[in-house]
């Protein structure tokens, strides 16, 4: 499904050479034993944020950029080797798109968009599971790939993003589905889709809210307290060093664990042992919800709510969102923030399949 943009020999190196050092350099990533040759990636333990570090391991070490949903097309340690043994040595043109699905031409486009950390291997699954006749692609933040800078503001990445979609898919119908942070770029993308006389349907948002400071001081203080009680469960669930570290790292006597990160950033921080490149994707994200302020917005918007709400985001998106979004349709979906994207992808794609089904036989 996948293919290495640009194929070529790396010069002086043979495939069973590189097969040993990524054998060597999974096990260092995945803190697991040697794997063998026709072992699986993520049967492995790998995700998305340690595919992205061997990738950045791989490109230091071959001098080859391999596309990122790679991983993807040939999860096992031999064909991973192979697509790096031929993969290009020398800098190719780069795009923000990452097909999933192809369509008809012209037939229209659906488009995922991007979380905080900018890539969408959590989006893939879930875009081969929607049932269209459109096309289905999505949109990873500039920064991921070799020589590119990370944009910091929610409107550069709209405008960014409208000019690759209108380039590849001019005159279609375009459905928008952001993720977290991505349903900014969303309704900001669409506003740009709109002023370029292209038709936008389904604008969906997953499980997505603007900074804190956006938020209605009703649910800004019903984070709060529900963050209080979490804080409190995991304290009393703790021994006596860690909830002393806990309470120095509150005071800012020291460094924070992993519990008593605040919550902006557990929402916003890359995670640990990301990559450099990663760490500024995450950072220009921190910056561009920062300044992000969204205005009135008079499309239709579906926002898909998880069932089991996140101690960082509010519980009610109605509450948030009304106010600027009056055509706002709320559903629920299994899972939490993040497992609805996976355990419960196939959940959520009916529900999106039924959303951008309906949007083109009604359109707004």
Known sequence: MFVVDHVARVAGEQTDTILRWLCDEVSSILRVPVPRSDDDFFDLGGDSMSALALFGAVEERFGCAMALTTIYDAPRIAALATRI???STMPSASSCIVPIKAAQPGSGV???????????FDLLSLGSLIETHHSVIALRAYGLERAETPLDRVESMADAYASLILAKFPNQIVHLIGYSFGGM?????TRRLLAADTPVGSVVLLDSYPHPQRWPRRQALDVRLRRIRHQIGVLRSSDWPARLAYCR??????ASGPESTSSRRQW?????????????????ASVAIDHYQPTAFNHPVTFMRPEIASVFLPT????VWQRLIPRLDVQMVPGDHVTMLDDHAAD???????????ANQHPA
């Open 85 to 87: 043994a031929n993969a």
């Open 110 to 120: 659906v488009v995922l968009i991007h979380g905080v950390g900018g890539h969408v």
């Open 185 to 189: 770029v969303a309704l900001e993308l």
């Open 249 to 254: 790292t509150r005071l800012g006597l020291g």
């Open 268 to 284: 916003l921080a890359a995670p640990d042992g990301a990559t450099p490149d990663i760490r500024a994707v995450f950072d220009a």
């Open 316 to 319: 009610h998106p109605r509450a």
């Open 348 to 358: 959520l794609a009916v529900l999106l399949s039924r959303t951008i089904g309906r």
